[in-house]
Structure formats: C-alpha cells, structure tokens
C-alpha cells in the first residue's frame, strides 16, 4: 500500500498544510500518524475521496452502514 506524507498531499493538491492538517485532526481527511505528533499519512483513496468531497471507505464503514 502507498501511503502520501503531508509533503506530497501539499505538492499533488495545492492545498497548504495549514488547511490540510486541520482537516486531518478533525478527521474529515481520513489519515493516521504511526506515532503521535508524527508525520501523517493518507491513503490515496481517502486523500482522493475527500478531494472529491466525499467520505472515504473508512468514514463512511464508521457509520455502521456497510456498503
Ligand atoms: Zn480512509
């Protein structure tokens, strides 16, 4: 799997980190840092879904609603 750092989701959307990062701790941007106050790391389909405004995968699976 291929995971996008902050950098690349920064370079590939041309969104700054400054409305990026926010969106990552609200949770509207689905991501994870593998330690905390680490580097964030987004899946690609998430990254594309919430570019799209839409929930990826696994928002939308925490709503309990399967696909
Ligand atoms: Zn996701």
Do not use: N, Y
């Amino acid at each position: 799997m291929r995971f996008l750092t902050m950098d690349e989701l920064v370079k590939e959307s041309g969104i700054s980190r400054f409305t990026l990062m926010p969106a990552l701790q609200r949770g509207d941007l689905h991501g994870f840092q593998r330690v905390k106050r680490g580097t964030w790391r987004v899946d690609r389909p998430c990254f594309d879904a919430w570019m799209a405004g839409e929930k990826c995968e696994h928002q939308t699976a925490k709503k309990g609603k399967a696909a």
